[in-house]
C-alpha cells in the first residue's frame, strides 16, 4: 500500500462544510488541497490552495483535479459514481465509486444490509404501478422514500393508507422508491468508522442523534447517553457493513432504536457526518483526520474521546429568530459560556433549514455537558429540552 506523505495534494469532490472540514484536517496535517465544485463561492473552495470551478461530471475539469492531486475523495454521496470511476483510472480514489454507489440508491442500499446480516426496517421496493398494486397492507403506515436523492428527510413521505400510497408515489412521478414500514421509535444513533486499505477499522463511540424535521438536531456523546448492548450492537453492525464493502474511507451508519430494544439500521453516508463533528473538539483525532489518513494510506490509531460532549446544529433559521431582516445570532454570550467552540461554515447567506454551522459542548462530566448545552440553545433561541 502506498502512503502519501504531507507535502502531496489531497483532492476533494465537492466544496460544501464537510469539504472544507476535510480541507482544514488536510493544511493542519501539511498537505495541499484541491477542491472541486461547481459553486464559484463555495466554502470549501474559498479555504483550498485549489479551487477548480466545475461540474461534477466536467472531463476537462475532473482531469484538472486528477492532474492536481495525488489522490481524491468525496464530500457528499450524490457526487456521480461515474466521475469517482473515471478519476480512479488515474488516482486512487477513496471511497470507491461502487461503494459510493450503493448508498446513493436506497434499494441496493437494503441489500447490501441484508447480505451483511444487519436488520432494517420491513420494507417493499417501488419501481412500478405492478410493485405498488402488491404492496403487503401490514407495511402501512410507513413512510414512502425515494430510492435516491433524498436527504436530511428530504424525499420523504408518510403514508397512513393504500390511497395515501398510491398518491404520494404518482406525485413524486412514479420514480423508484421503498416503502418502510413505520415502527414504534424510542431514539436514533449512529456509528462512524474508518477502515484502510489494509483493512485496520477504527471507530467512534455510538453516538445518540435528535432529529427535527428531518434534520439533525442534537448529538449527544456521553456515558449516559444509550445501553451499553445497545452501543456495542450498533458499533459490531457498522464494522460489519463496512467491512462488506472493503471500505476505504470514513462511513456512518444510522441506525433506529425500538421501543422494544431492537436495532435497526436506517442508512449509511459514505463519508465524514454531521453527527460525527463533535470529534472535533472531544477527541483527539477528529473523522476529518481520519479521512485523511485512510486517504493517504497513513495507521489509523483508535481514536480517544477525552470529554462528554453535544454537538448543537446551527441552521439558518437562527439568525430570524425575531422575525423579518437576518440578525447574527448572539456568539458572544455563547462563546462566554465553558466548552463552548463555535464552527461556522462560511456561508455567506443564511436561510431558514440551511445548515450554518455547529456549536460542539465540551465538560468533564455529564451534567455539566448538559447544563452547559441547555444554556447556551436558550441563548440561540433553540428549542428545550434537547433531548426527548
Given at each position: 500500500m502506498t502512503v502519501i506523505l504531507p507535502g502531496a495534494t489531497l483532492g476533494v469532490m465537492g466544496g460544501g462544510q464537510l469539504g472544507?472540514?476535510?480541507?482544514?484536517?488536510?493544511?493542519?496535517?501539511?498537505?495541499?488541497?484541491?477542491?472541486?465544485?461547481?459553486?464559484?463561492?463555495?466554502?470549501a473552495g474559498r479555504v483550498s490552495h485549489h479551487h477548480i470551478h466545475t461540474d461534477y461530471t466536467d472531463v476537462d475539469g475532473l482531469a484538472r483535479l486528477a492532474g492536481l492531486s495525488d489522490a481524491i475523495t468525496t464530500e457528499f454521496e450524490n457526487v456521480p459514481a461515474p466521475s469517482l470511476e473515471n478519476l480512479a483510472f488515474t488516482r486512487p480514489v477513496s471511497?470507491?465509486?461502487?461503494?459510493?454507489?450503493?448508498?446513493?440508491?436506497?434499494?441496493?442500499?437494503?441489500?447490501?444490509?441484508?447480505?451483511?446480516?444487519?436488520?432494517?426496517?420491513?420494507?417493499?421496493?417501488?419501481?412500478?404501478?405492478?410493485?405498488?398494486?402488491?404492496?403487503?397492507?401490514?407495511?402501512?403506515?410507513?413512510?414512502?422514500?425515494?430510492?435516491?436523492?433524498?436527504?436530511?428527510?428530504?424525499?420523504?413521505?408518510?403514508?397512513?393508507?393504500?390511497?395515501?400510497?398510491?398518491?404520494?408515489?404518482?406525485?413524486?412521478?412514479?420514480?423508484?422508491?421503498?416503502?418502510?414500514?413505520?415502527?414504534?421509535?424510542?431514539?436514533?444513533?449512529?456509528?462512524?468508522?474508518?477502515?484502510?486499505?489494509?483493512?485496520?477499522?477504527?471507530?467512534?463511540?455510538?453516538?445518540?442523534?435528535?432529529?427535527?424535521?428531518?434534520?439533525?438536531?442534537?448529538?449527544?456523546?456521553?456515558?449516559?447517553?444509550?445501553?451499553?448492548?445497545?452501543?456495542?450492537?450498533?458499533?459490531?453492525a457498522a464494522r460489519s457493513i463496512a467491512e462488506g464493502l472493503s471500505y476505504v474511507g470514513v462511513l456512518c451508519v444510522e441506525f433506529f432504536v425500538l421501543a422494544d430494544g431492537r436495532l435497526v439500521v436506517n442508512e449509511m453516508a459514505p463519508r465524514p457526518h454531521n453527527s460525527g463533528h463533535w470529534t472535533i473538539d472531544a477527541c483527539?483525532?477528529?473523522q476529518f483526520e481520519l479521512q485523511v489518513r485512510t486517504l493517504a494510506g497513513l495507521p489509523l490509531n483508535p481514536p480517544r474521546q477525552h470529554s462528554a460532549a453535544i454537538m448543537l446544529n446551527l441552521l439558518g433559521d437562527l439568525w430570524f429568530?425575531?422575525?423579518?431582516?437576518?440578525?447574527?445570532?448572539?456568539?458572544?454570550?455563547?462563546?462566554?459560556?465553558?466548552?463552548?467552540?463555535?464552527?461556522?461554515?462560511?456561508?455567506?447567506?443564511?436561510?431558514?433549514?440551511?445548515?450554518?454551522?455547529?456549536?460542539?459542548?465540551?465538560?468533564?462530566?455529564?451534567?455539566?455537558?448538559?447544563?452547559?448545552?441547555?444554556?447556551a440553545a436558550a441563548v440561540l433561541g433553540l428549542p428545550i429540552p434537547l433531548s426527548e
Open positions: 472544507r472540514m476535510f480541507v482544514h484536517a488536510a493544511q493542519q496535517m501539511g498537505y495541499f488541497t484541491a477542491v472541486l465544485d461547481p459553486d464559484a463561492d463555495s466554502p471511497p470507491a465509486a461502487d461503494a459510493v454507489a450503493i448508498a446513493q440508491d436506497r434499494i441496493r442500499e437494503k441489500g447490501h444490509f441484508a447480505r451483511c446480516g444487519v436488520e432494517c426496517a420491513p420494507y417493499a421496493v417501488i419501481e412500478t404501478a405492478e410493485h405498488l398494486a402488491a404492496v403487503p397492507q401490514n407495511l402501512l403506515p410507513g413512510i414512502l422514500k425515494t430510492a435516491r436523492l433524498g436527504y436530511d428527510g428530504k424525499g420523504q413521505q408518510r403514508v397512513a393508507t393504500r390511497a395515501e400510497l398510491e398518491a404520494a408515489w404518482r406525485g413524486i412521478g412514479g420514480v423508484p422508491c421503498v416503502l418502510e414500514k413505520l415502527l414504534p421509535l424510542d431514539f436514533e444513533c449512529s456509528v462512524i468508522v474508518a477502515r484502510g486499505e489494509d483493512g485496520q477499522m477504527v471507530h467512534y463511540p455510538a453516538q445518540r442523534n435528535l432529529h427535527r424535521d428531518g434534520i439533525l438536531a442534537v448529538t449527544e456523546v456521553h456515558a449516559d447517553d444509550m445501553p451499553q448492548e445497545t452501543a456495542r450492537r450498533a458499533v459490531s483527539d483525532v477528529s429568530v425575531d422575525g423579518g431582516e437576518a440578525v447574527e445570532p448572539r456568539w458572544a454570550d455563547v462563546l462566554a459560556l465553558p466548552g463552548t467552540h463555535l464552527h461556522l461554515y462560511g456561508k455567506t447567506e443564511a436561510r431558514r433549514g440551511r445548515k450554518m454551522g455547529h456549536l460542539n459542548i465540551t465538560a468533564d462530566s455529564i451534567d455539566a455537558v448538559r447544563s452547559t448545552a441547555d444554556f
